[in-house]
């Protein structure tokens, strides 16, 4: 049974399972039901950051635009248009030992593709969550469950993993952001353009 989060809780990952080095993180979510004029393209992301929590260089940004990390230590599995279906709808997966040293935190973002264009914001989507699974036993260890929280934003900081002690930990954020990727990129020292 994986762990249940809940907002700003944080939890040891590698302490007690120190063979962990292989996960995937798996972000989802519905949209409700109604009709905006367009569909839905919700992009999960990942900043690796340094020790002042700003990404070092652009290529620490891992999106639909730049899937692999240059380190092979997070990979982007692919845009999903549409958020149809069951389970996840995008998945990351990370490389404990591959993340370089320099990176002490990896941020899990959820945005609205052309957010404002479309009219559209996270008020309108339902049933987000994270979660964590150890790719070499394929056990779901961490989920957190975002709740309904959100209304006008069109951008979300879902977790993030982060490095303390020479340990892995995972934090459940959940804060909302307005101005889409555009913002969270300004946030963590990226040129949007």
């Given amino acids: 049974m994986p762990i249940n989060l809940t907002k700003g809780q944080k939890i040891d990952l590698t302490k007690g399972r120190p063979s962990l080095s292989k996960i995937m993180v798996g972000l989802g979510w519905d949209v409700n039901e109604f009709d905006s004029g367009a569909d839905f393209d919700l992009d999960a992301s990942a900043f690796l950051l340094g020790s002042n929590g700003k990404c ?16 092979g230590g997070v990979v982007h599995m692919g845009d999903n248009r549409t958020g149809e279906g069951e389970g996840d709808d995008e998945q990351i997966e990370v490389d404990l030992s591959k993340v370089p040293a ?15 264009k479309r009219n559209q914001n996270f008020g309108q989507v339902s049933n987000a969550f994270i979660r964590i699974v150890d790719e070499n036993l394929n056990d779901e260890i961490i989920r957190y469950d975002l709740g309904e929280d959100f209304s006008i934003e069109t951008a979300i900081v879902v977790g993030e993993l982060y490095r303390h002690n020479g340990e892995w930990k995972f934090n459940a954020i959940g804060s909302g952001f307005n101005g889409g990727l555009a913002a969270l990129c300004a946030h963590y020292g990226i040129d949007a353009e």
């Fill in 56 to 71: 070092t260089v652009d290529q620490d940004f891992i999106f639909y635009g730049n899937l692999t990390h240059s380190s």
């Fill in 102 to 116: 320099n990176i002490e935190r990896i941020a899990f973002t959820v945005t609205i593709y052309d957010a404002e």
